[in-house]
């Protein structure tokens, strides 16, 4: 079965925490993706991930990094977190292609207070 | 740059009635456009694909129709469901492999 799995589903964080959301498939994809979604904005890419070590910023990079080292795993970093950072972020991965169907993880909700 | 613009950010229908979820788009070129559907607390996932030889995409008894000279997608149903509920983000491929949503519009059916 094809899944995309993130961690934690919930995350409290006070200003100034660093913080990480994890993300892995199980479905050997080359591209991965970091979203978030804010009421009326959509889901606004943060960085993209071709492959181990192959990242690219996406839309709104600036506060976050990621790191990819096993292409199984894509990994969200906020070095310390600011309120405005309060979102829920979405992980997904493509096989490869820019026509290919995205597959979504259940998503992290993070406050940071 | 390339963007996704759907208008209204809530729709409001009886079942039974017609739908209609606007999408419109600007790209350097000819892109995939996609709908995708997202209902409470799940994952977005994919609805409809378009194709490259002008047929309509259709699923669960959604469909939507290409138009390349008004540049829009629009998501149309005959009947609408209460399960139809949910959140609906039409999107289209940008350059370099990423996917470039829209705002996002919230289908609400009513009995």
């Known amino acids: 079965d094809m899944k995309v799995t993130q961690m934690p589903r919930y995350l409290i964080k006070r200003m100034g925490e660093n913080v990480l959301l994890e993300c892995g498939q199980d479905m050997s994809h080359e591209t991965m993706y970091w979203y978030r979604q804010d009421p009326g904005l959509g889901l606004q890419l943060i960085y993209i991930?071709?492959?181990?070590?192959?990242?690219s910023e996406g839309d709104i990079p600036k506060g976050y990094r990621v790191s990819r080292k096993k292409r199984e795993h894509f990994s969200l970093i906020l070095d310390s977190a600011k309120t405005n950072q309060t979102s829920v972020y979405f992980c997904a991965s493509t096989p490869g292609g820019s026509a290919e169907t995205l597959y979504f993880g259940s998503g992290t909700r993070l406050t940071v207070l | 740059g390339d963007s996704v613009t759907q208008t209204e950010g809530l729709v409001t229908l009886t079942e039974g009635l017609p739908v209609m979820l606007n999408c419109t788009y600007q790209?350097?070129?000819?892109?995939?456009l996609f709908w995708y559907v997202q209902h409470l607390n799940e994952a977005p996932k994919l609805l409809l694909k378009?194709?490259?030889?002008?047929k309509r995409p259709e699923h669960q008894g959604f469909h939507a129709t290409l138009h390349k000279s008004s540049s829009s997608f629009h998501l149309q149903k005959s009947s609408a469901q209460l399960s139809d509920s949910a959140l609906y983000y039409c999107?289209?491929?940008?350059?370099?492999?990423?996917?470039?949503f829209g705002q996002g519009t919230k289908l609400s059916i009513k009995p």
């Open positions: 999107a289209l491929t940008g350059n370099q492999g990423k996917l470039i």
């Open positions: 991930s071709y492959d181990v070590d192959s990242n």
């Open positions: 378009s194709f490259t030889d002008n």
């Open positions: 790209s350097t070129y000819s892109p995939f």
